[in-house]
């Protein structure tokens, strides 16, 4: 497959890679074995120290890091450095707390004897990543992998072959031992092959639902264990008692925030009708006031999407929802002109079961508004999906907030904020939208030998 930097906003190539051979692959996979088998033996204080230095080679080069988010997938160059930031934290929270997540831990219920459950490293992970957080995604997996000892391999988007070949670079900046991290432009073919060896031993995947059944699938056939991160149709849901501005900005940011293409924005507004109006004129101001443009502006608020065939998609997309009784109550759905991939902000409304598109992820700042009179209304549109990722509900009452939340199908919400993923906390979805967790303890455990000795 190609791997190709474009320039999303300009539509300039800036950068082709080979493809992997297979000699590549096998050699990848005879270096993460050794290295899985030397890190059995090394003190886990040893890759605390390496990931430290990781995190720190991102810190030093910030500006580098950020640049090529920007140039090959559109980021705001704002943003992007805010990723390289989090990135940072993703890797310290396990250099700070890996260790000690990963103690055994006692079991002793069982009359006149004793246990404990021991954690230890599996094997190789192939980790299949989205173009959308390039270094993120992959920090997310490596990091509490390498404290582990789990070597991964990495097939990341075919449009941020930069980001990828940037990361393996910052890991041997870093002297992050061979092995542990490698970088692979290699085809689905080998993806395949890469999962059957026997010293792949886990599978993570963060992607289109489409991709993950795939991959799932495979990994199933291999008998080995896999995550699944696969998107969603998010709610932010503003009920009649909400603190108005903040609710209206905190939607915003939340379908706007990377030109709309994160897996747990706020894809579905579902607001109360007592202020239903008030927070349609409130969201349609917001939507005005941001301009596209070059994301390496800085006065740029809304860049582009991540290539010309995302443009294209989203727009038949648009088409689709328009010619089964979905209006525009704001924005023009018709397509910037020139070279890039600019997307206008859109708001739609009348989005009923019938729609052929009532149960797609629009991967835009294209928002969709839903009026319920009631909070069984609500709920019943909520969970009205075969997805269950985030959401958000902003009310100020605390407590009924947490209560309605407790009612919607996903795996996190957020309340009175834009959802965001932070390290200490799980990260993961229900239905179609995957299963498993990253981050957190829970994340470190996901590929782990949980070993029970009695005695």
């Not at 055994?104 to 004897?113: A, E, G, L, Q």
């Not at 052929?356 to 019943?380: N, R, W």
Request: hydrophobic residues 40%; proline residues 5%; glycine residues 8%.
């Amino acid at each position: 497959m190609s791997y190709k930097a474009v320039n999303p906003f300009n539509g300039k190539t800036i950068r082709e890679f080979a493809d992997a051979t297979d000699a590549e692959v096998e050699q990848a996979l005879k270096k993460a074995n050794a290295f899985y088998h030397a890190a059995k033996k090394q003190p886990v204080s040893e890759r605390t120290a390496q990931l430290e230095r990781l995190a720190h080679e991102f810190t030093a080069h910030n500006e580098k890091y950020a640049r090529l988010l920007t140039t090959n997938m559109g980021k705001l160059i704002g943003q992007a450095r805010s990723e390289v930031k989090k990135n940072v934290e993703f890797a310290m929270y396990y250099v700070k707390n890996g260790a000690q997540i990963l103690q055994p831990i006692p079991y002793n219920n069982i009359p006149d004897k004793n246990a404990h459950v021991e954690f230890s490293s599996i094997g190789t992970i192939m980790s299949v990543e989205p173009w959308n957080f390039p270094y993120t995604q992959i920090m997310r997996v490596f990091a509490p992998n390498f404290i582990i000892g789990n070597p991964v391999i990495l097939k990341h988007a075919s449009i941020v072959p930069e980001c990828a070949q940037a990361f393996e670079e910052a890991c041997i900046a870093a002297k992050i031992p061979e092995g542990a991290f490698k970088n692979l432009f290699v085809n689905y073919e080998q993806v395949n092959h890469i999962i059957a060896d026997p010293r792949v031993q886990g599978v993570a995947l963060t992607g289109s639902e489409g991709a993950g059944r795939k991959i799932a699938a495979e990994a199933g056939k291999n008998l080995k264990k896999s995550t699944m991160e696969l998107g969603g149709t998010d709610v932010c849901v503003v009920l009649d008692d909400a603190d108005l501005e903040n609710a209206i900005e905190g939607a915003a940011a939340a379908r706007l925030n990377n030109s709309g293409q994160v897996c747990t924005a706020a894809k579905r507004y579902i607001v109360q009708s007592e202020i239903y109006d008030d927070f349609l004129a409130g969201i349609i101001d917001e939507f005005s006031k941001r301009k596209l443009g070059d994301p390496l502006d800085e006065h740029t608020t809304l860049g582009p999407l991540s290539s010309k065939s995302a443009q294209e998609n989203l727009h038949q997309q648009v088409k689709k929802i328009l010619a089964g009784g979905a209006k525009v109550l704001w924005g023009d759905p018709e397509l910037p002109q020139g070279p890039g991939a600019l997307f206008n902000p859109l708001i739609i409304s009348g989005m009923t079961l019938d729609n052929p598109m009532y149960d797609t992820e629009l991967f835009g700042p294209v928002a969709q508004i839903y009026k319920a009179d009631t909070e069984e209304d609500i709920i019943k549109i909520a969970n009205h999906s075969n997805y269950g990722l985030g959401g958000a509900v902003y009310s100020k009452d605390i407590a009924h907030a947490k209560a309605l939340a407790s009612h919607i199908e996903t795996g996190q919400v957020a309340i009175n904020q834009p959802l965001t993923s932070y390290p200490e906390l799980p990260f993961g979805g229900v239905k179609n939208s995957g299963y498993g967790r990253e981050l957190s303890d829970m994340g470190i455990r996901e590929f782990v030998n949980a070993k029970t000795i009695l005695n």
